[in-house]
């Protein structure tokens, strides 16, 4: 946690090892999900001074060679929670779940985790803030390092497993409940139209994500460039969507 020199609190993520690989992955996320209309933290690139980190910071694996990169920094939100810290007491209050202003986007995640091929964001680790506003709690999905198959851009990407995804989360199901299949079936329609309008926007945008990585994080930008042009393939397309169904049709027959 960062004051920055705009006097805003920031989290920061740093490089790990002096690589910037998921600091990449992270940002192309964060870009991509604001295209899909997601709120999100405000992100920036963020350069600390030595002298602002403390020797309690630098210890084991962290090192001062971590921060000589620009760091990703993002907006503290003072009253926001990491959904683990709430699942059970929103799981069994329906005046809480009630609260939920943007209940929709759980399943607008599920989709955009398929297309990214986000294997981190699971039952055991959702990887969402629920933010306290004045209308109620917002869901905020957080912490993309590891898409595209658990960071491993030169490989082929694979599809997601049913039990790997939210959509099999008691927390998802609480949600989204059974006896609400016909609802649910046709939300699932109306996101996939959603999805493909994002497509066109987001494949509009792609040097201009690219252009955000900064130079110093020595990332293989025409490699990314390909791995992007991947997800917006048609048979990645196909697979996208063939994946969000076979998950709806699952977990709601």
């Known amino acids: 946690m960062v004051e920055a020199s705009d006097l805003r609190t920031y989290l920061c993520k740093h490089t790990r090892n002096q690589k910037a690989n998921l600091l990449a992955n992270e940002l192309l996320a964060n870009k991509l999900l604001q295209l899909w209309n997601f709120s999100l933290p405000e992100m920036v690139l963020l350069n600390i001074k030595r002298e602002h980190i403390t020797d309690e910071i630098l210890s084991g694996w962290i090192q001062y060679a971590n921060f000589k990169k620009p760091c990703l920094g993002f907006e503290y939100l003072q009253f926001a929670h990491t959904l683990s810290e709430m ?25 955009f985790d398929i297309w990214l ?39 082929e990407l694979y599809p997601l497993n049913e039990g790997d995804s939210l959509i099999s989360s008691n927390f998802f199901q609480s949600l989204f409940p059974k006896q609400n299949r016909k609802n649910i079936v046709k939300l699932a329609q109306q996101i996939i139209e959603e999805f493909n309008e994002n497509l066109v926007i987001c494949h509009e945008n792609v040097e201009q994500i690219l252009d955000n990585i900064p130079d110093e994080w020595n990332i293989d930008i025409d490699a990314r460039r390909d791995l992007l042009t991947h997800i917006f393939s048609p048979n990645w397309y196909s697979k996208t969507i063939d994946t969000f169904n076979s998950f709806i049709q699952l977990t709601y027959k």
């Open 87 to 111: 699942d059970m007491g929103i799981k069994a209050n329906q005046a809480a779940k009630q609260k939920i202003i943007n209940k929709n986007d759980l399943l607008r995640i599920v989709l």
């Open 117 to 155: 091929a986000n294997e981190d964001r699971s039952p055991n680790n959702f990887n969402l803030l629920l933010n306290a506003e004045s209308q109620g709690y917002r869901i905020i999905p957080i912490d993309h390092e590891y898409i595209f198959n658990s960071n491993s851009p030169e490989k």
